[in-house]
């Protein structure tokens, strides 16, 4: 706990070796950086494709973000040198690639900003970086200060790697007009129509700074030669950048000022780095940015990240989880929602998911999300794998192969939109097919995927998996055409009992009858298939082998295929409590409840992929938190909010002092994995993923409040009927809802026989508030019964 | 010239420093490495394509061998680090990662194997690579030797990174059974099928020592943690190796052995590194390398290039010029056609041009090759972009590209085949079609191309160029269909000329007549709408403009379109020497004639990728040594044999020493270019591209043995006509031709009026001998007037 000191806003790590691979993370609409610590980059930008302006050293592969993200000592960062021009001594902030060990440093990624202040031998640099709203760029701010006692010189010398950019063209040179280094390359094509496509790429990185260099360089080659970058060649003995350029060399941006500072002086710089087309938009960039009104770029920035800050907070006995929850969740599902990952097509499930959460921030755009989707379903009620955002946007990588969930979650995104909103109009808001002429309504849109959902079962009415569910690795349960989902009949008996109510709404009756048949049906022949003894099979493969049963020797258990049980009513209050405590016995680890386990050390032909994978790293019995948060979804669905928020809360621990090195993160962010496989691989259980692009930020956020809290929509009404965790007294939250503000606070009462709910004063009968009137604000206390007296 | 000392067989360098990329390169029938002098490594073997074994840290993409290969601190490498166990001194052999000065450093590339000797601080430490012949393996031994005065306590530790092996799955462990480091992958696949045709790959990279290691890491991170490469923490402060292993981490092949060394006393250790599929492919390939017959591997290694050195031996004043011709070019040229570079689909223009210098090593696998590039020929006579060399191999990169040039190097590579061996069944070989049932022979195969190839031209008749010819990114100037060669136009009439004479020595006088009008009606042509009045352009674009020519400022004057006018036989006396001067004026470098300048700085439209390409990098107005290669030819064919010499010599000019920075190769063998744009960008020109993959070889072979050596086949006859340079006074060669030796002596005599050439003691009538008796050496004296007289 030493390493992070907390302020809500901001999170400070005083040690830069204690956690290597700690980060943060900003985004705008049209790029995303995690910066570690240290002060490696990951970054990259829609053009409208993703893209990198800052490259790895060798050619690298383009591929979807991957876990776990290697560093290596020419990994692309930001870096800048200090050297004493008296003595030579040469550090480096935020700390590579020299590695000197600071005298003072702190890490502090805040929420539209990351800062670091380093002090070495009298001197401090102090980093911020910060992004515009709405262009691709860094804007980085400096200030180096003499805090000695004698005046000093000291050459400053920022380094931008800028990588391997093109195999067919790569280059770089110092503009002197605009101040400003410009590599340049052209995107590697071979077909004559790719040179179509890539006339508008902004194929150049430009560094500019906000005065003239007094010395620069632009080869990556001529700076570090054989000093490497940790002595660079160029920095030696004295020396000055020799103002090189760089020709079908690896390029960078790199400039050198010699600054006399007297005691207590100090100097600042600004920095402006990213892509362009050209010149004339590297000239306007930094006039923005380097020249404009800095202070009101600063507060664009913040409003942006305000903006996602959602209309719910909450105070509780636990000061951690009340600051991760009230911004730096929103901000994930914020992130997540307002850019959809920084992709152009993302997995439907995904693209849902992530609206899911978007709710509670901007609900219009959960809108604009579920009638995009259904406008790009087959008329056969097929949902496709993946969502074109543009009209260039191409299905790539596992969007090319099938699965069959999608459904599910069309449906799901739209009742959770009609619980917050009570927007009746968008099921009947006429949306097109993308292979048939005509419109429906989103109501029969969603209809007939269920329908459509219905009709793809085996000979014994379950679902067919084709090459993946949820789960995608599980692409071999059913590539021959027969092998079922026993997660998606859960889910599909879930989707068709929530649907029924919509219809019943509608007094669509025989659409609702149909449904609950359909559920109900589905139910039983989950518990005549699927039902193992002490928890439900996750599926049957192509060759009728039922899988995660307890005759399994690896992949015994699935968690998903319990948490969808207990939503879909499946399980009787045997069967319950059979799973809970095999759940408890089999998946729990000090990191978190795994999504299977044991993890699969080999291959096996008829699950797929996933048995392939590493064991505890993503799919692979991992704490896979997405599975986590359905896992907690169960939970509260039979009212056992104790253990819901045990498993949420885990997401966030706080990384003991023993495990920063292991976990290797700040918890900005819900990872999508911790590594499980905890009895198999103990060493690096816990590790996580690194990764914040997950669907468990908008879940996580769904059951804060809807459930924990309790306060939710329901047809014309609103619920209100908390499930805190017993080790709270006491919390308060408010939330806005139906266009009212809720002001609540939840006690726990000793002798309370039950839960009472008073709004403004007045009891309510129940947990239903009925009409909620629009602008008004309402005050509710919540006065529950004291578990611990039952001690 | 300091840094290297010949000794024909192997080359030495002295300092590390000097030529930072200088590297060797070996091969065998399943793999390439390329070794630099500080110990990076560029390798791949066929599985069945091309793959790598050891892997940047970063996930690498897939592409075709790029130019100018950048190393970095992390890039694959092979290091072994000294540590002085009581001083705790380290520096590592070759180099690279501490980069210690040595006191004394020799690496020493030879035909067959690698070596370096590095001596530091009393410590030599020797190194050798070789390579099997059959496996794809690395048999590295190492002797670690104590040349000081004292006993020596040294850690002798080995350290081979495996890098970024799979996103999906990687990791490491040491197997006490098999003494070696296993490192386990899954290749990554997301669609089912992809499984199955990846089940067979080799996904481990394994290190096998011949004895047990005292202790061993395989986790990169941990190996180096804070310390990094250059200074590793788990060899600070005498510290010994951890023995971890790698889950989901980089891992490495790391071992270590505490050596106590007496005075002159010295240990060795022998090392397997590469790719296996399963632990029984391990103990099979260690048992063959550590523990077999260490000399019969050696020696079977050196038979394997023996078999390569081709029949052809000169002895000319010019030592260094004889060495390379002797032993490093046939290598190079046995390279390219007995592994066909490594590819599955080698461009149809390169396969061809690779059998074309292998008639003088193995003319079978000339034969081989006419025989299947023809049995993947059209019916319709078009001659594909790529030949699959196997059932799985499809056409990739550039071979999805059209170009039409394709026909004249089928032509090109039988009557050289023809000329070597007289092999005159070949023209009656019954060959398949791709796309039709039945069979005809293969000289109804090459006139078919023909007859294709002068159809598809424009109204004038000039041939269509699609999207490139010779010149690959030379794809804008014909893709809306009417674009069209002019080089091409040359080299048709240059192919069906040199057919022609095949048509009538079959009494086909229908065909050859028609060649013959073709061949002159083309020419008629080319002067028509090609000459520019001092040189012809280079082609006219879909637009009819002209280029190549004098209007343009940029790609004024290309090489190729000059070349193949004097081989074709349109330029008249006056044209030709327009054409020499202007390539003299505007084509010369101090490294070689350029392949058109001045290179392009912006983008053409209507030429196309070319024009981005980095000016003065491959095909962009570079050295290419290719295209140099065939000005040679040129040269040679209007009997200008100095010049002949003086640009293929160019091609093999030593670095002197203040070029070795920029060279940053050996002359072991000849590179696809050297960076032109000399005019432009004197910094970087003559760089060399460090790839050993070009058709230059082939070419720069048979130039020397048939036109300056001027020993050649032609008919039933052979042709004894040299043209050495007139500064050489004397040379010998001995070469086998039509079963026959040959042992020839030039001499420069002083005041002949013509060449005289004596066979056998009996002047012969001119320069061609008839009837060469199979099994029998001639000995021939050609004595030639000296041209020093004339000044």
Redesign the interface.
Known sequence: MAAFIENGNRFRLTDP?LAPAAAGYLWNRRMMIQMTCRGYAVSQYMDPEPRKYAH????????FM?P?H?Y????PGRFFYVRDDRTGALFSAPHEPV?ATPDSYAFEPGLSDIRWVIEKNGIRVELCLELPVDDAAEIWSAKVSNIGKTDRDVAFVPYFPVG?MS?????GHFDAELGAVVCTS?TP????ED?FKNRHLKDITFLAADRTPDYFEVSQQAFED?G???DPSALQAGGNLAGGDA????PAGIMQWNLTLPVDGSEEFRFVFGPAHDKAEIAALAAKYLRGDTEAVRSASRAYVDEGLGSFEIESPDAAFDAFVNRWLPRQVFYHGDTNRLTTDPQTRNYLQDALGMVFIRPETTRAVILRAASQQFASGKVPDGILLNSGATLK??N??PHTDHAVWLVIATCAYLDETNDRSILDEQVAWIDSEGTDSLYDHVTRALRFLAGEVDERGLPLIA?GDWC?PM??VG?KGKGVSGWLAEASSYAMSVWAEISESRSDSDNAKWLRHEASAMVDRINAHLWDGDWYARGITDDGVPFGVSADEEGRIYLNAQSWALLCGAADDDQKARMLSAIDDQLATPYGIAMFAPAYTKMR?DV??LT???P??AENGAVYNHAAAFYAAALYHISDGDRAYRVLRAMLTEPAAADIAVRGQLPLYIPNYY?GAYHQ?P??AGRSSNLFNTGTASWFYRLVIEQMCGLRGAGDAVVIAPQIPSEWDRCRFRRTLRGATFDVSVERVPGLPDQVVEVDGQRLDGTILRQVEHGRSYDVKVKIPSRVQQD
Do not use: C
């Not at 790895?56 to 591929?63: D, G, V």
């Not at 290596?72 to 990994?75: E, I, V």
């Not at 195999?167 to 280059?171: C, D, F, H, L, V």
């Not at 094509?189 to 004559?192: F, P």
């Open positions: 070796t790895a050293p060798t050619l690298a592969a383009q591929t991957q776990e290697r290596f000592a020419h990994h590695r391997y195999w067919m063209n790569m280059g052209v094509y071979q077909a004559v040179y054989e490497g970058l940790a020709a079908y060399e690896i990588y596992i090319q192969i090459q995608d692409n071999m590539y032909e797929g992929r392939q994978k590493w505890g790293s590594r691989f060493r690096t």
